[in-house]
């Protein structure tokens, strides 16, 4: 992940330490949804770098209805924020709400928080329009002493965004999806692997890679990566990657191969100088 800047980390750190006790005793007093917009407005200005009166609007208008903040960069709105009461859990279905919002608007990214908990999605623009968790973080219990979550809080930062910070962990969060690992280990060039290794342990016994394979998936690997509509979608992401791959190899060989010199290129030689090779200089006529 992205090297957080000694400034940015300083200002996380004592931030995220004020704002604990007043987000405790907000939750402790279960504040009312508005109360609890104002505390994450501060927290986006204060925590996270954004500029309170002209990166973050309140009750932004979508199509007739309204999502509670949005955050303004690089001259369109780039982020949803649609907040809960503090003392209400997070669900599904207010998820769905916010996802909704941004779809309607176009945007890629949506938060979804109550002040302590806070989710980040990535809008996946399908049939029908999905989302993607990317990291949740939970403030009653984050710890700025750990590097990796500090780097997490980092990523929504307002300096974060111009270092597309977010988007690369949206990337590496795919790559390491349980499913994507799991269709990358059933793929012929790691059955493949497997095989010679194992060739290595008993050099006479005969092995197939389907043999592997079946082992992997009823044995191995735990069947809901392996089944069901994520492992699907992985696996035909995995198979698209080989085949882009494969194409890209095949169109590089066939660059590096020389062409063949045209027939009309070559000299045309004929008579008895074709049969008898290069002949002698012949004087020149008195």
């Not at 004020?18 to 917009?37: C, G, H, W, Y």
């Not at 979804?112 to 219990?141: C, M």
């Not at 992401?237 to 194409?247: A, D, E, F, I």
Request: proline share 3%.
């Amino acid at each position: 992940m992205t090297t957080v800047p000694s400034r940015v980390a300083n200002r996380l750190v004592a931030n995220v330490k004020r704002f604990q006790p007043i987000l405790s005793s907000a939750k402790a007093r279960d504040v009312n949804e508005s109360d609890t917009v104002i505390i994450i407005t501060d927290m986006l200005s204060e925590i996270f770098g954004y500029e309170k009166y002209s990166d973050i609007t309140s009750e932004h208008a979508i199509r007739g209805t309204f999502c509670d903040l949005a955050l303004l960069l690089d001259g369109r709105i780039q982020i949803l924020l649609e907040a809960k009461a503090i003392g209400i859990e997070l669900k599904d279905s207010h998820v769905k709400q916010a996802v909704d919002y941004a779809a309607n608007k176009g945007v890629d990214w949506v938060v979804l928080t109550n002040g302590t908990h806070w989710r980040i999605y990535r809008v996946l623009f399908a049939k029908p329009i999905d989302q993607d968790l990317v990291y949740e973080i939970d403030f009653l219990s984050v710890d700025t002493r750990k590097t990796e979550e500090l780097e997490l809080l980092f990523v929504l930062t307002k300096e974060a965004w111009g270092k597309q910070a977010l988007n690369d962990l949206h990337q590496q969060r795919q790559v390491l999806s349980k499913f994507v690992i799991a269709a990358v280990t059933t793929t012929e060039t790691v059955l493949e692997v497997i095989r010679r290794e194992l060739r290595r342990i008993c050099p006479d016994v005969k092995l197939q890679t389907e043999q592997i394979e079946q082992v992997l998936v009823r044995e191995v690997l735990k069947r809901e990566v392996v089944e069901g509509e994520k492992a699907d979608e992985a696996r035909k992401k995995v198979s698209r990657c080989c085949n882009r791959q494969l194409r890209s190899r095949a169109e590089k060989t066939a660059g590096e191969i020389t062409p063949a010199i045209p027939l009309q290129a070559l000299p045309v030689v004929t008579g008895s100088a074709a049969m008898d090779g290069p002949q002698p200089a012949q004087p020149a006529a008195e």
